[in-house]
């Protein structure tokens, strides 16, 4: 049986420490502003009864993807696997993913990537800190940044301007056999990411011994992130 992969989260064990952030922005070199995996807060009441809520979210892998439905090149696509990846070569930057994505997860590069490594040459400290293009030209980085890993996963691996992006599951570490960074970085064990045809598979019995949640059922999406053990 072809692999379904999906994630759950369990938000007893999330401690809102933004390590699964951090991975992904490090795995993936993504842009300030552009984050694949980002989280939610809210705050309820009023002291000293106060309730706050801590929900990560990222790309939901969509089993019936509003964003791959309306894409009209094919750039937004499914695999067999059930990753929603994107092609950033043939991505006309016409943004109707983003219009259709109700979680708010799609990203648009309006500008070329860390063109501020290339440009900006003031210092937060004069003489006394380098400016983001010394940095840059010390370091001998290629420009723009790019993500060897996506360029090995078969797409652009630079990003340009006027294309969208988003979460790819790491994909690309899926393939070698590794979870998502996102999963590997947290300190809490609090995500899990597996073959949901799996019946055995640690995502699957956790599945089976919880009433998990999605973000925005309403919208018949079928995500492939799942929610468990969420208080309230």
Same mark, same amino acid.
């Given at each position: 049986?072809?692999? $379904?992969?999906?994630?759950?989260?369990?938000?007893?064990?999330?401690?809102?420490?933004?390590?699964?952030?951090?991975?992904?922005?490090?795995?993936?070199?993504?842009?300030?502003?552009?984050?694949?995996?980002?989280?939610?807060?809210?705050?309820?009441?009023?002291?000293? $009864?106060?309730?706050?809520?801590?929900?990560?979210?990222?790309?939901?892998?969509?089993?019936?993807?509003?964003?791959?439905?309306?894409?009209?090149?094919?750039?937004?696509?499914?695999?067999?696997?059930?990753?929603?990846?994107?092609?950033?070569?043939?991505?006309?930057?016409?943004?109707?993913?983003?219009?259709?994505?109700?979680?708010?997860?799609?990203?648009?590069?309006?500008?070329?990537?860390?063109?501020?490594?290339?440009?900006?040459?003031?210092?937060?400290?004069?003489?006394?800190?380098?400016?983001?293009?010394?940095?840059?030209?010390?370091?001998?980085?290629?420009?723009?940044?790019?993500?060897?890993?996506?360029?090995?996963?078969?797409?652009?691996?630079?990003?340009?301007?006027?294309?969208?992006?988003?979460?790819?599951?790491?994909?690309?570490?899926?393939?070698?056999?590794?979870?998502?960074?996102?999963?590997?970085?947290?300190?809490?064990?609090?995500?899990?990411?597996?073959?949901?045809?799996?019946?055995?598979?640690?995502?699957?019995?956790?599945?089976?011994?919880?009433?998990?949640?999605?973000?925005?059922?309403?919208?018949?999406?079928?995500?492939?992130?799942?929610?468990?053990?969420?208080?309230?």
């Amino acid at each position: 049986m072809t692999k $379904k992969y999906g994630m759950v989260i369990d938000l007893h064990r999330c401690v809102g420490c933004g390590a699964c952030d951090l991975a992904c922005k490090s795995e993936n070199n993504t842009p300030v502003g552009i984050n694949w995996a980002s989280h939610t807060t809210e705050t309820y009441g009023v002291f000293p $009864k106060v309730s706050y809520k801590h929900t990560p979210t990222l790309c939901n892998h969509c089993e019936d993807a509003p964003c791959v439905r309306v894409c009209p090149t094919h750039a937004m696509h499914k695999t067999d696997e059930g990753f929603v990846v994107h092609d950033p070569s043939i991505c006309i930057g016409c943004k109707s993913c983003m219009l259709a994505d109700p979680y708010g997860v799609i990203f648009f590069n309006k500008e070329h990537a860390f063109l501020d490594f290339a440009t900006d040459t003031s210092s937060a400290v004069k003489d006394g800190t380098f400016s983001k293009k010394e940095l840059s030209d010390k370091a001998k980085a290629p420009f723009p940044n790019f993500n060897a890993a996506r360029g090995a996963d078969g797409y652009e691996a630079v990003r340009r301007k006027g294309a969208v992006e988003k979460c790819s599951f790491c994909n690309h570490r899926v393939a070698k056999g590794l979870s998502p960074a996102c999963v590997v970085a947290c300190p809490a064990d609090a995500r899990i990411f597996g073959d949901l045809n799996d019946e055995k598979s640690k995502i699957a019995t956790t599945l089976r011994a919880h009433k998990p949640t999605v973000l925005l059922p309403e919208k018949g999406t079928n995500p492939k992130v799942f929610y468990i053990r969420e208080y309230n």
